[in-house]
């Protein structure tokens, strides 16, 4: 299951995992035949967080759709977390929105002029994978910030003092979350299945809780980053918003095995002047190792929310103003 091969033997034959090799996908948690593999969890410090009467946020990634089960609408959602006691909840994918943006910017500036083409950086386990392995071409991943980081930064310049919690399908996104330079945005990350816990212990129970609106102002295309192929087709969509009539050329693949194909397709020149995309997870985010739905009826449910949505390009976005503030600490 490991596409980074970081999973051998021992001299007694135990099983072992390289964690020079190892980039948190998750993908040994969920084929593990006998679950011995685990990733650590952030339950308490996130309920003890909550204890101390600190304001903490929800930051939900787009994944949610379907997660919870038929009883949890997208519009019951910010209610049970209420329930567990979040002050409040925003879509990541007002965060996908800006990144977007970004690296639809990035992609006008920099292809072909400056580099031969360029890779999205919102999957981290994709983006570590390429670092690792492909050092030559790490240059050519997008510098733009991953949703769960701006959308982290928008929460905490809007409420200075509070407490972020992440909230999605990703194991990488807890490795993401620990690096020194992304510690102040994010406090911990919870997966789908740990918050699912949460809600079992507390007793919430969906069918009571009256629907509470519409989520946030996220577009189609922000919440369409959760499955495969959605990145890149939210930032062409905004590329050809930027410059009409601009053709971009796009490569993507799923699961590390397939992505370390891709680039090695790409050091040869074969995808010159494309946009790559990279999801670690089959499926992308829906195929998570925190997720409790099969990926593919996970994307159906979010491609009938994309549908739902009001706003359909990320340019429509009514935080892109709060975009050049948040990049101001990446310089």
């Given amino acids: 299951a490991c596409g980074l091969d970081a999973i051998g033997s021992d001299s007694l034959g135990r099983a072992e995992i390289d964690h020079n090799k190892c980039v948190s996908c998750g993908m040994c948690l969920v084929n593990c035949p006998f679950g011995a593999i685990a990733d650590k969890g952030q339950i308490f410090q996130t309920i003890h967080a909550i204890k101390t009467g600190v304001p903490v946020y929800a930051a939900v990634a787009p994944a949610f759709v379907g997660q919870f089960g038929k009883d949890l609408t997208p519009e019951r959602l910010r209610s049970a977390l209420k329930e567990l006691g979040f002050a409040d909840m ?24 400056k580099q031969p083409f360029m890779a999205t950086s919102c999957c981290p386990a994709w983006a570590s994978m390429a670092k690792q392995l492909y050092p030559d071409l790490a240059p050519y991943i997008s510098m733009a910030l991953t949703p769960m980081v701006l959308t982290g930064r928008l929460l905490k310049r809007k409420h200075p003092g509070c407490k972020v919690v992440f909230i999605g399908p990703c194991s990488a996104k807890k490795l993401e979350a620990s690096r020194t330079e992304i510690r102040s945005d994010i406090d911990f990350v919870l997966t789908f299945e740990e918050v699912a816990g949460m809600f079992t212990a507390k007793g919430v129970d969906f069918k009571k809780i009256a629907p509470d609106g519409e989520l946030s102002n996220a577009t189609a295309d ?8 959605g990145v890149a087709e939210a930032v062409v969509n905004c590329i050809h918003e930027m410059e009409p009539g601009r053709e971009v050329k796009v490569a993507n693949a799923e699961s590390l095995r397939d992505c370390r194909k891709l680039l090695d397709e790409a050091r040869k020149g074969v995808y010159d002047g494309y946009l790559l995309e990279g999801m ?17 009826k996970a994307k159906g449910q979010i491609l009938m929310t994309k549908k739902k949505s009001v706003l359909k390009n990320s340019l429509e976005s009514t935080y892109k103003e709060d975009l050049e503030v948040l990049e101001e600490r990446n310089g």
């Fill in 280 to 296: 670690a997870c089959p499926g992308g985010c829906v195929g998570g190792a925190g997720t409790m739905q099969s990926p593919t």
């Fill in 222 to 229: 922000g919440r369409g980053f959760a499955v495969s192929s």
């Fill in 90 to 113: 925003v879509e990541v994918a007002v965060g996908a929105d800006l990144c977007t943006i970004e690296e639809a910017r990035d992609f006008l500036n920099e292809v072909p002029q």
